[in-house]
């Protein structure tokens, strides 16, 4: 006997409240199991002697540790420029070379995505190249915040300082801490010295008397 229209209407209200609720779960189960921040980390400035090589760093931070979907966009802002240009692409192991004249034939990957590493090369750095680099990776379903940004100085061979300024300024340092030091401690051998012969005179004076 089937039952009445009323009564299969109260069962399944529950099925469908069931069904429901399991719908909200899942979509709250997508929202909390969503992207990440992806940071980038570029270099600040870095100098390249013209007509030598020079090498992009760009490291990131992703908790997507699949890195299948990863894939790294650089693009360049020449000095005294507001546009960019997207010079090099590269996804699922495959080089991408945009046809921006300054850069063709001079662009190869340095990077290697498994350690978190996107960096590029330069050949053949020329003036033409001063400008700002712009490091931006994609990691699906993480976020990025900020694209790394680098200012490219080129500069002439002779002017290339051999060590960065900061390795000069700790050289200097040390080497006045370790004079300082040293000073130091002849005088406190020579002071120390002067007492004990002092003390010596005295004590013979103290026995004649």
């Not at 990131?60 to 360049?76: A, I, R, Y």
């Not at 850069?103 to 700002?132: C, M, P, V, Y």
């Not at 712009?134 to 680098?150: A, T």
Request: hydrophobic share 40%; charged share 15%; proline share 6%.
């Amino acid at each position: 006997m089937a039952a009445p229209a009323g009564a299969r209407a109260l069962i399944a209200a529950p099925a469908r409240r069931r069904w429901l609720w399991s719908v909200l779960a899942a979509a709250l189960g997508l929202l909390t199991a969503g992207g990440s921040a992806l940071e980038v980390y570029t270099p600040k400035e870095i100098f390249v002697a013209n007509g030598t090589q020079g090498k992009l760093p760009c490291k990131f931070k992703s908790t997507n540790t699949n890195g299948t979907l990863t894939s790294v966009s650089w693009s360049f802002q020449p000095k005294g420029v507001d546009t960019t240009v997207s010079f090099f692409h590269y996804s699922h192991g495959q080089v991408y070379a945009g046809n921006y004249p300054p850069f063709k034939d001079r662009i190869s990957w340095a990077g290697d995505l498994e350690k978190k590493d996107a960096s590029i090369s330069i050949e053949n750095i020329q003036f033409i190249h001063n400008g700002t680099y712009i490091c931006d990776v994609k990691n699906p379903p993480d976020i990025v915040v900020q694209p790394g940004h680098i200012r490219l100085y080129v500069v002439e061979k002779e002017i290339l300082p051999a060590f960065p300024v900061w390795v000069v300024v700790g050289i200097v340092t040390a080497v006045v801490l370790g004079l300082t030091l040293l000073i130091t401690m002849i005088l406190a051998v020579l002071c120390r010295r002067r007492n004990s012969k002092r003390d010596y005179t005295g004590a013979q004076s103290y026995t004649r008397s």
